[in-house]
């Protein structure tokens, strides 16, 4: 093996238990929201600071779960608003009921496999 390819693993090895530490995080923050909404929070912002050193994407999973803005946790119904929108381009758009920051995420990707399923 050269050197170069055992960093390579290296780094991988590291971007792995990244994503499995922010899944973690998150899992923690999910459980204790109903009774705690700082530490929930707190999980958040580790979970993020993870992320950034890492270099990793967050988990799909969690990808809509927290306010871009303000980092908190967030549960549709209880501090997060959902809706569907087709205007322009189908997006769902989040809105954190803390800050009342507004996110939008597009589900083309979704709506075009629907269209191949029916051919
Ligand atoms: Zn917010």
Redesign the pocket.
């Known amino acids: 093996m050269t050197k170069k390819f055992i960093i390579k693993k290296e780094q991988r090895e590291k971007k792995r238990i990244a994503r499995e530490r922010i899944d973690i995080l998150f899992t923690l923050a999910e459980r204790v929201f109903p009774y705690n909404k700082e530490l929930a929070n707190r999980y958040v912002e580790i979970g993020l600071a993870v992320q950034q050193k890492a270099q990793v994407k967050i988990p799909r999973k969690w990808k809509r779960r927290y306010?871009k803005?303000?980092h908190?946790f967030l549960v549709p119904g209880v501090n997060a608003r959902v809706r569907l929108r087709q205007k322009r381009f189908p997006h769902v758009v989040i809105q954190?009921l803390?800050?009342n920051?507004i996110m939008r995420f597009p589900y083309l990707r979704e709506k075009k496999a629907k269209r191949r399923e029916k051919q």
């Open positions: 306010c803005k303000c908190s954190c803390e800050c920051h």
